[in-house]
């Protein structure tokens, strides 16, 4: 758990000194000057990481390396830190104005491989799936034993009165993510809006 949040502070640094005036890294990325970070602070997390057995670390301003650790040019498994990336993601688009969690599914015309989602089911909100609470309890592929064993039967729970942890929603939330924002970017190529667009 603790690693989770050592890598969520990493990803969240990342999106918040990205989110403003980025400088996009070429095939190297140049290291960053340090002005405004504080040496012992990140020193600090250098040997927290160190305690917790932390593979590798990489903290990024406006594209440029703040600091560094371990093998950061490797290939690494990472497991479920996407789900922490998705909901920084979602997040920023929520502080923009720009998603609205309320949207169901069936209002974003999200349905999954037959059996198709119930009427119920498209109730779930994008507020339900970030919170692992949407009701859905398909099944997902790389699904392991324990989990389809664990998974709840299908109409079991309305949406939002029940927490699962579901790969399901988080794989929703990445489809509903990428119809949102090109929506978002296509609205603001046309005429420069950046209103909300889900």
Do not use: C
Request: charged share 20%; net charge positive.
């Amino acid at each position: 758990m603790k690693n989770r949040r050592l890598a969520l502070l990493s990803v969240l640094l990342w999106v918040v000194g990205s989110a403003f005036a980025a400088e996009y890294p070429g095939r190297e990325w140049a290291m960053h000057d340090r002005q405004g970070w504080s040496e012992p602070l990140l020193a600090a997390a250098r040997k927290y990481a160190s305690n917790q057995k932390t593979l590798a670390v990489i903290v990024v301003q406006n594209g440029r390396v703040v600091d560094q650790w371990g093998p950061v040019d490797q290939k690494i498994l990472v497991r479920s830190v996407r789900k922490s990336f998705l909901s920084a993601l979602y997040g920023i688009h929520l502080a923009e104005d720009r998603i609205d969690l309320g949207k169901t599914l069936g209002q974003l015309g999200i349905d999954d491989h037959a059996p198709g989602l119930t009427a119920i089911e498209k109730q779930a909100t994008i507020l339900d799936l970030l919170r692992s609470r949407s009701g859905v309890y398909h099944e997902t592929n790389s699904e392991t034993k324990s989990a389809r064993a664990g998974r709840p039967a299908r109409g079991s729970h309305p949406p939002g009165s029940f927490f699962y942890y579901n790969n399901w929603d988080f794989n929703a939330l990445g489809a509903i993510f990428q119809q949102v924002t090109a929506r978002i970017f296509l609205k603001i190529s046309r005429n420069g809006s950046q209103g909300r667009s889900a």
